[in-house]
């Protein structure tokens, strides 16, 4: 059974640091592409960062670039998100999930979220 | 903004057909076929229904159908249940873009 964790998440003041962390079970992370995808309570999913699985090419989403970064640490089989110089509108549930080309580029796992609240 | 443009909502009552539309441009959904479908419970993670536009992952009911013309994709229920309330996103990647943009969610109600 393929498990993705999602932790790290929490309250933090503007301006401030946190990194989340998905730790994969079932599948390898250095197979997938892995990404980070969130959204803001009651409304849609916006895509955030991903990284390939060569680890060779990395893409953020015009509203996180600069802030955030993703990586990979293939011998604990975990990726992450570090986040800093945090914003109010970061706020959100943050999920992990992972595609490759033999699906199609569809999303076939996701974690369960982890909540960051960016708040003064 | 979404990247993508789905309704708002669509309802049906059990046993009747919905279509869910996802309206994207000639960059994304018209000139790939590389949009997918998530179903989300609240509070819970987005699950794959559909991909490539039209296939469905293994364990995915055969309710769930796809299609594509010109920029607009569509997402069909059949035989609509009440276990198929939820929130509906379609996603689309753009390879020229190396950016994946998902639509705004619609929400489907069971009458």
């Known amino acids: 059974e393929v498990q993705l964790v999602v932790s790290g998440g929490g309250a933090v003041q503007p301006g401030g640091s946190l990194r989340l962390s998905c730790a994969a079970s079932g599948i390898k992370v250095s197979d997938y592409w892995m990404h980070w995808v969130r959204q803001v309570p009651g409304k849609g999913l916006v895509w955030v960062s991903r990284l390939n699985s060569e680890r060779s090419t990395i893409q953020y989403a015009d509203s996180v670039k600069g802030r955030f970064t993703i990586s990979r640490d293939d011998a604990k089989n975990t990726v992450y998100l570090e986040m800093n110089s945090l914003r109010v509108e970061d706020t959100a549930v943050y999920y992990c999930?992972?595609?490759?080309?033999?699906?199609?580029?569809?999303?076939?796992?996701w974690g369960q979220g982890t909540l960051v609240t960016v708040s003064s | 903004q979404s990247a993508l443009t789905q309704p708002a909502s669509v309802s049906g009552s059990p046993g009747q057909s919905i279509t869910i539309s996802c309206t994207g441009t000639s960059s994304d959904v018209g000139s790939y076929n590389l949009l997918s479908w998530y179903q989300q419970y609240p509070g819970k993670a987005p699950k794959l229904l559909i991909y490539e536009v039209t296939k469905r992952p293994s364990g995915v009911s055969n309710r769930f159908s796809g299609s594509k013309s010109d920029n607009t994709a569509s997402l069909t229920i059949s035989g609509l249940q009440t276990e198929d309330e939820a929130d509906y996103y379609c996603c689309s990647y753009a390879p020229s873009t190396v950016i994946w943009g998902f639509g705004g969610g619609t929400k489907v109600t069971v009458l």
């Open positions: 999930t992972c595609n490759r080309f033999s699906s199609g580029w569809g999303f076939d796992y």
